[in-house]
Protein backbone atom coordinates (compact mmCIF):
# COMPACT_ATOMS: atom_id res chain seq x y z
CA UNK A 1 0.00 0.00 0.00
CA UNK A 2 1.54 3.33 -1.03
CA UNK A 3 -1.18 5.72 0.13
CA UNK A 4 -1.36 9.49 1.49
CA UNK A 5 -2.85 9.44 4.69
CA UNK A 6 -4.64 12.72 6.30
CA UNK A 7 -3.58 13.03 9.76
CA UNK A 8 -4.56 15.04 12.85
CA UNK A 9 -2.31 17.76 13.89
CA UNK A 10 -3.04 17.78 17.31
CA UNK A 11 -1.99 14.78 20.05
CA UNK A 12 -4.77 12.46 21.22
CA UNK A 13 -2.89 11.30 23.90
CA UNK A 14 0.52 12.09 25.31
CA UNK A 15 3.28 8.27 24.46
CA UNK A 16 6.04 8.40 26.81
CA UNK A 17 8.56 7.94 24.21
CA UNK A 18 12.73 6.22 24.56
CA UNK A 19 15.15 6.67 21.73
CA UNK A 20 17.49 4.41 21.15
CA UNK A 21 20.48 5.86 19.68
CA UNK A 22 21.36 9.85 19.72
CA UNK A 23 22.62 10.59 16.36
CA UNK A 24 21.34 12.74 14.01
CA UNK A 25 17.96 11.08 13.48
CA UNK A 26 17.34 10.62 16.75
CA UNK A 27 18.23 14.64 17.49
CA UNK A 28 15.96 15.71 15.03
CA UNK A 29 12.81 13.33 15.08
CA UNK A 30 13.24 13.43 19.41
CA UNK A 31 12.65 17.00 19.02
CA UNK A 32 10.22 17.03 17.11
CA UNK A 33 7.73 14.64 18.84
CA UNK A 34 8.80 16.86 21.70
CA UNK A 35 7.45 19.56 20.00
CA UNK A 36 4.45 17.73 19.42
CA UNK A 37 3.73 17.07 22.92
CA UNK A 38 4.85 13.53 23.72
CA UNK A 39 6.91 13.26 26.70
CA UNK A 40 10.77 11.53 25.68
CA UNK A 41 11.67 9.65 28.89
CA UNK A 42 15.28 8.43 28.78
CA UNK A 43 17.68 8.83 25.75
CA UNK A 44 19.91 5.71 25.25
CA UNK A 45 23.48 6.06 23.38
CA UNK A 46 26.48 3.17 23.81
CA UNK A 47 28.70 6.69 24.28
CA UNK A 48 27.73 8.41 27.46
CA UNK A 49 28.45 11.86 26.13
CA UNK A 50 26.21 11.95 23.27
CA UNK A 51 23.34 10.04 25.22
CA UNK A 52 23.81 12.83 27.43
CA UNK A 53 24.09 15.91 24.90
CA UNK A 54 21.04 14.88 23.42
CA UNK A 55 19.33 14.41 26.73
CA UNK A 56 20.19 18.16 27.81
CA UNK A 57 19.03 18.93 24.93
CA UNK A 58 15.78 17.25 26.05
CA UNK A 59 16.00 17.77 29.59
CA UNK A 60 15.43 14.33 30.11
CA UNK A 61 16.98 11.22 31.28
CA UNK A 62 19.88 9.20 29.70
CA UNK A 63 21.69 5.96 29.91
CA UNK A 64 24.11 4.39 27.81
CA UNK A 65 23.24 0.93 29.16
CA UNK A 66 20.98 -0.89 27.23
CA UNK A 67 19.84 -3.53 30.60
CA UNK A 68 18.95 0.08 32.59
CA UNK A 69 16.44 1.39 29.83
CA UNK A 70 12.85 2.56 31.35
CA UNK A 71 10.27 -0.27 31.19
CA UNK A 72 7.30 1.43 30.99
CA UNK A 73 7.29 3.55 28.05
CA UNK A 74 4.69 3.01 25.35
CA UNK A 75 6.93 3.76 22.16
CA UNK A 76 10.30 2.43 21.74
CA UNK A 77 12.16 4.64 18.93
CA UNK A 78 15.46 2.79 17.39
CA UNK A 79 17.56 5.24 15.62
CA UNK A 80 20.82 2.91 15.14
CA UNK A 81 22.87 1.94 12.02
CA UNK A 82 21.82 -0.45 9.89
CA UNK A 83 24.34 -2.81 10.86
CA UNK A 84 23.70 -2.85 14.58
CA UNK A 85 19.73 -2.86 14.10
CA UNK A 86 19.58 -6.41 14.94
CA UNK A 87 21.77 -7.05 17.97
CA UNK A 88 20.64 -3.98 19.62
CA UNK A 89 16.92 -5.23 19.28
CA UNK A 90 18.31 -8.54 20.41
CA UNK A 91 19.81 -7.01 23.76
CA UNK A 92 16.77 -4.83 24.81
CA UNK A 93 13.81 -6.85 26.86
CA UNK A 94 11.09 -6.76 25.50
CA UNK A 95 8.06 -5.57 26.85
CA UNK A 96 4.58 -4.84 25.91
CA UNK A 97 4.84 -1.46 23.98
CA UNK A 98 5.13 -0.65 20.19
CA UNK A 99 8.81 -0.83 19.39
CA UNK A 100 9.78 0.94 16.18
CA UNK A 101 13.04 1.66 13.71
CA UNK A 102 13.73 4.71 10.97
CA UNK A 103 15.72 2.98 8.34
CA UNK A 104 15.21 3.22 4.62
CA UNK A 105 16.81 0.04 3.97
CA UNK A 106 16.11 -2.48 7.23
CA UNK A 107 12.80 -4.99 6.42
CA UNK A 108 10.03 -4.85 9.49
CA UNK A 109 10.94 -8.36 10.12
CA UNK A 110 14.00 -7.38 12.08
CA UNK A 111 12.24 -7.33 14.75
CA UNK A 112 11.60 -11.22 14.42
CA UNK A 113 10.05 -12.82 17.26
CA UNK A 114 11.46 -10.25 19.80
CA UNK A 115 8.47 -8.44 20.29
CA UNK A 116 4.93 -8.86 18.34
CA UNK A 117 4.35 -4.98 18.16
CA UNK A 118 7.16 -3.79 15.85
CA UNK A 119 6.72 -0.88 13.19
CA UNK A 120 8.69 1.96 11.02
CA UNK A 121 8.95 5.18 10.86
CA UNK A 122 11.13 6.28 8.09
CA UNK A 123 11.56 10.02 7.53
CA UNK A 124 12.78 10.65 4.16
CA UNK A 125 15.46 13.47 4.41
CA UNK A 126 19.21 14.07 5.38
CA UNK A 127 20.09 15.20 8.75
CA UNK A 128 22.55 16.44 10.50
CA UNK A 129 22.74 18.06 14.10
CA UNK A 130 24.41 21.68 12.62
CA UNK A 131 21.43 21.76 10.34
CA UNK A 132 18.10 22.65 11.20
CA UNK A 133 15.21 21.13 9.37
CA UNK A 134 11.39 21.63 9.17
CA UNK A 135 9.94 18.24 10.07
CA UNK A 136 6.36 19.49 9.10
CA UNK A 137 8.19 19.33 5.27
CA UNK A 138 9.32 16.18 5.75
CA UNK A 139 8.11 13.16 3.88
CA UNK A 140 7.27 10.26 6.49
CA UNK A 141 6.35 6.13 5.58
CA UNK A 142 5.17 4.14 7.93
CA UNK A 143 4.75 0.24 8.21
CA UNK A 144 3.45 -1.67 11.33
CA UNK A 145 2.73 -5.46 11.91
CA UNK A 146 -0.43 -4.45 13.56
CA UNK A 147 -3.67 -2.51 12.00
CA UNK A 148 -3.90 -0.69 14.90
CA UNK A 149 -0.23 0.01 15.50
CA UNK A 150 -0.35 1.10 11.67
CA UNK A 151 -3.01 3.54 12.66
CA UNK A 152 -1.05 4.64 15.90
CA UNK A 153 1.82 5.26 13.59
CA UNK A 154 -0.08 7.25 11.12
CA UNK A 155 -1.42 9.33 13.34
CA UNK A 156 2.60 10.06 15.74
CA UNK A 157 3.71 10.71 12.32
CA UNK A 158 1.22 12.98 11.08
CA UNK A 159 1.50 14.77 14.40
CA UNK A 160 4.81 16.16 13.13
CA UNK A 161 4.66 16.43 9.15
CA UNK A 162 2.40 17.08 6.63
CA UNK A 163 2.94 14.32 4.53
CA UNK A 164 2.52 10.84 5.72
CA UNK A 165 2.52 7.37 4.02
CA UNK A 166 1.79 3.37 4.40
CA UNK A 167 4.65 1.50 2.77
CA UNK A 168 5.80 -1.97 2.62
CA UNK A 169 8.91 -3.07 3.22
CA UNK A 170 10.23 -3.91 -0.07
CA UNK A 171 8.85 -0.47 -1.19
CA UNK A 172 10.93 1.49 1.34
CA UNK A 173 14.15 -0.57 -0.18
CA UNK A 174 13.51 0.94 -3.29
CA UNK A 175 12.68 4.39 -2.21
CA UNK A 176 15.98 4.49 -0.30
CA UNK A 177 17.71 3.53 -3.19
CA UNK A 178 16.52 6.05 -5.22
CA UNK A 179 17.39 8.51 -2.29
CA UNK A 180 20.69 7.62 -2.44
CA UNK A 181 20.97 8.61 -5.99
CA UNK A 182 19.15 11.89 -5.55
CA UNK A 183 21.08 12.75 -2.03
CA UNK A 184 24.37 10.54 -1.23
CA UNK A 185 25.63 10.04 -4.83
CA UNK A 186 24.86 13.67 -5.99
CA UNK A 187 26.34 15.03 -3.02
CA UNK A 188 29.36 13.13 -3.87
CA UNK A 189 29.86 14.65 -7.17
CA UNK A 190 29.53 17.97 -5.11
CA UNK A 191 32.66 16.96 -3.99
CA UNK A 192 34.45 15.98 -6.95
CA UNK A 193 33.15 19.09 -8.47
CA UNK A 194 34.87 20.76 -5.11
CA UNK A 195 37.97 19.11 -5.62
CA UNK A 196 38.12 19.83 -9.28
CA UNK A 197 37.78 23.65 -8.78
CA UNK A 198 40.31 23.49 -6.16
CA UNK A 199 42.90 22.49 -7.98
CA UNK A 200 42.46 25.97 -10.45
CA UNK A 201 42.32 28.22 -7.31
CA UNK A 202 39.01 28.51 -7.86
CA UNK A 203 36.34 28.56 -5.49
CA UNK A 204 33.38 26.35 -5.02
CA UNK A 205 30.59 29.15 -4.36
CA UNK A 206 30.75 29.94 -7.87
CA UNK A 207 28.53 26.56 -8.69
CA UNK A 208 26.12 27.42 -6.12
CA UNK A 209 23.67 29.70 -8.42
CA UNK A 210 24.18 26.71 -11.03
CA UNK A 211 23.18 23.83 -8.71
CA UNK A 212 20.21 25.97 -7.51
CA UNK A 213 18.90 26.21 -11.05
CA UNK A 214 19.20 22.83 -11.67
CA UNK A 215 17.10 21.54 -8.80
CA UNK A 216 14.96 23.85 -9.54
CA UNK A 217 14.63 22.42 -12.82
CA UNK A 218 13.31 19.24 -11.50
CA UNK A 219 10.27 20.72 -9.64
CA UNK A 220 8.91 21.38 -12.84
CA UNK A 221 10.27 18.92 -15.42
CA UNK A 222 10.89 15.15 -14.98
CA UNK A 223 14.72 14.29 -14.44
CA UNK A 224 15.12 13.10 -17.93
CA UNK A 225 13.70 16.26 -19.64
CA UNK A 226 16.17 18.76 -17.40
CA UNK A 227 18.74 16.16 -18.32
CA UNK A 228 21.36 18.47 -20.54
CA UNK A 229 25.21 18.70 -21.21
CA UNK A 230 27.43 17.09 -23.76
CA UNK A 231 26.27 13.54 -23.25
CA UNK A 232 22.84 14.56 -23.39
CA UNK A 233 23.27 16.48 -26.55
CA UNK A 234 26.11 13.46 -27.91
CA UNK A 235 29.14 15.38 -28.05
CA UNK A 236 31.39 12.68 -28.09
CA UNK A 237 34.56 15.58 -28.86
CA UNK A 238 33.94 17.18 -25.21
CA UNK A 239 33.09 13.87 -23.72
CA UNK A 240 36.47 12.64 -24.37
CA UNK A 241 38.15 15.86 -23.76
CA UNK A 242 36.72 16.68 -20.23
CA UNK A 243 37.17 12.58 -19.85
CA UNK A 244 41.24 13.28 -20.23
CA UNK A 245 40.92 16.32 -18.39
CA UNK A 246 40.63 14.21 -15.00
CA UNK A 247 43.71 13.64 -12.56
CA UNK A 248 42.04 10.78 -10.64
CA UNK A 249 41.60 7.36 -12.82
CA UNK A 250 38.36 6.40 -10.16
CA UNK A 251 36.88 10.16 -11.57
CA UNK A 252 37.84 9.22 -14.89
CA UNK A 253 35.84 6.24 -14.50
CA UNK A 254 33.21 7.57 -13.12
CA UNK A 255 32.62 10.27 -15.61
CA UNK A 256 32.99 8.07 -18.74
CA UNK A 257 30.37 4.93 -16.96
CA UNK A 258 27.98 8.41 -15.68
CA UNK A 259 28.04 10.10 -19.43
CA UNK A 260 27.88 6.80 -21.72
CA UNK A 261 24.55 6.45 -19.43
CA UNK A 262 23.30 9.53 -19.73
CA UNK A 263 23.89 9.16 -23.72
CA UNK A 264 22.27 6.20 -23.80
CA UNK A 265 19.28 7.15 -22.10
CA UNK A 266 19.21 10.37 -24.18
CA UNK A 267 19.48 8.57 -27.12
CA UNK A 268 16.20 6.23 -26.01
CA UNK A 269 14.35 9.26 -25.01
CA UNK A 270 15.23 11.01 -29.08
CA UNK A 271 13.89 8.38 -30.58
CA UNK A 272 10.71 7.16 -28.67
CA UNK A 273 9.76 11.23 -29.41
Not at 35 to 56: C, E, F, I, K, P
Not at 114 to 134: C, I, N, W
Not at 175 to 190: D, K, Q, W
Request: overall charge positive.
Amino acid sequence: MNQKRKTEKTVSHRLRVVFVGAGNVAAHLSAAMQRAGHDVVQVYSRTDVHARTLANRLQTEWTADLKTLVRDAGLYVFCVSDDALPDVIAAVRPNGALWIHTAGSVPLDVFGRHVERGGVLYPLQTFSKAREVDFARVPCFVEARLPQDEVLLCRIAGEISGDVRALASYQRKRLHLAAVFACNFTNHMYAIAAKTLEREGLPWEILLPLIDATAAGVHTLAPSQAQTGPAARGDRRVMDMQAELTADADVKRIYQLISDHIYKESYTQRINT
